[in-house]
């Protein structure tokens, strides 16, 4: 195997990728030695960390301050019934253990701000980071800090019956922020807890994220880079939507004047839906 060593029981785990030829052994090696950040484990991260974890990515990081309530078992499914009340990310670290055993998983049990969100990202030098958020505030900041710290991230967002989903990739396309510019005014959408959400949204947008991230480890196929995939469940559609980059976008652009996340306007408007 060229000098990668795997135990008899990781090449039964993990034969189905190692069958592929866009995988193998050196690409499962990749996985293993990897490094992702899930900020969110509710609706879209629980199935993006499950998937991650099950695909052998080697570091998993679980950021959320929150705590597991019974209206999230409907879509969050990294946790479960006798984990209500307890910490998003222990249960969440403790699911993944009992999914696989190789994973190392990182707790940060605390809301991504201005002030942390670099020492969260840097603490295992994570290569790809995914906003399982249900928040603008922390969109826009997660995006704000990739751009800054030359990180690629996915971005995904649900509601009702909808989802979409968009990839960053440093220097290579347009970020968040250049699509959406700034949060919409306070109550202009709706949150989901008014709103509403298919569970299985969750499931079917959470896992593309963990697609993009594992296809941007292993260095193959097309990443979701200046495109967003959005899809309407109701009507059964997947929509390929081809983006551009904004020149005067105020992070990526030719003359940012987003230099610092200090300097970040600290939105509160909690939501876990769509802008338009």
């Not at 950040?37 to 080697?58: K, Q, R, W």
């Not at 109701?234 to 939507?241: G, I």
């Not at 081809?242 to 005067?248: D, R, T």
Request: proline share 5%.
């Amino acid at each position: 195997m060229g000098g990668i060593s795997f135990t008899n029981e990781q090449l039964e785990r993990y034969s189905r990728h190692i069958i592929l030829k866009e995988v193998g052994v050196k690409g499962q090696q990749k996985l293993l030695n990897s490094r992702v950040l899930v900020i969110g484990t509710g609706g879209l991260g629980a199935p993006a960390a499950m998937f991650l974890a099950a695909a052998g990515i080697g570091t998993i990081g679980l950021v959320d301050a929150d705590v597991v309530d019974l209206s999230n078992l409907q879509r969050q499914i990294i946790h479960f019934t006798g984990d209500v009340g307890k910490p998003k990310v222990k249960s969440g670290q403790e699911t993944i253990r009992l999914l696989n055993p190789d994973i190392a998983v990182a707790t940060y049990q605390e809301w991504v701000r201005a002030d942390n969100i670099r020492d969260i990202i840097q603490d295992k030098d994570y290569d790809f980071i995914i906003d399982g958020t249900d928040n603008f505030a922390a969109k826009f900041l997660i995006n704000d800090a990739c751009v800054l710290m030359a990180k690629p991230f996915s971005h995904a967002g649900i509601i009702r019956f909808f989802g979409q989903t968009m990839t960053y990739l440093p220097g290579q396309g347009p970020c968040y922020r250049c699509i959406f510019k700034e949060p919409p005014p306070p109550d202009a959408v709706p949150a989901c807890r008014q709103a509403g959400v298919l569970g299985v949204m969750a499931g079917i947008i959470g896992t593309l994220q963990a697609t993009e991230a594992i296809k941007y480890i292993l260095g193959v196929g097309e990443l979701l880079n200046g495109h967003l995939l959005t899809y309407d469940a109701l009507a059964m559609d997947f929509h390929k939507v081809k983006l551009s980059h904004n020149h005067k976008c105020q992070v990526c652009g030719d003359q940012p004047t987003i230099t610092e996340l200090t300097e970040l306007i600290d939105y509160q408007q909690p939501v876990c839906d769509l802008k338009g």
